[in-house]
């Protein structure tokens, strides 16, 4: 059994900064591929950022420098830390992870899904 669980998420003033986090756990080998979506209200699913078992990361178009999906020293905790934040960036973020040796920011891409943790910018 595979679980995500994420945390962090609540409300901050734009302009300012939060950390997500996601704990995985029930893997019966580390991850190859771990990821941040989100999804606003209305809209479709969003890929955030993606990061691999070597530490390689990749990013939205969206992002524009603004976020970093980092991996804890366990390699089964995964990070976004989140700077200058924008209303725009109000949804619900969800952590994902597969064991596919390419990681790409793609939803159908992963098979594991937290339920999601919701942040809201004001």
């Known amino acids: 059994h595979v679980q995500l669980v994420e945390s962090g998420g609540g409300s901050v003033q734009a302009g300012g900064s939060l950390r997500l986090a996601c704990a995985a756990s029930?893997?019966?080998?580390?991850?190859?591929?771990m990821a941040w979506f989100r999804q606003a209200p209305g809209k479709e699913r969003e890929g955030v950022a993606t990061?691999?078992?070597?530490?390689?990361?990749s990013y939205g178009d969206s992002i524009q420098g603004r976020f970093t999906i980092s991996k804890g020293s366990s390699m089964n905790t995964l990070y976004l830390q989140m700077n200058s934040l924008k209303p725009e960036d109000t949804a619900l973020y969800y952590c994902?992870?597969?064991?596919?040796?390419?990681?790409?920011?793609?939803?159908?891409?992963?098979?594991?899904w937290g339920q999601g943790t919701q942040f809201t910018v004001s």
């Open positions: 990061i691999d078992s070597n530490g390689s990361t």
């Open positions: 994902a992870a597969d064991y596919k040796g390419r990681c790409l920011l793609q939803v159908d891409w992963y098979n594991y």
């Open positions: 029930g893997y019966p080998q580390i991850a190859h591929c």
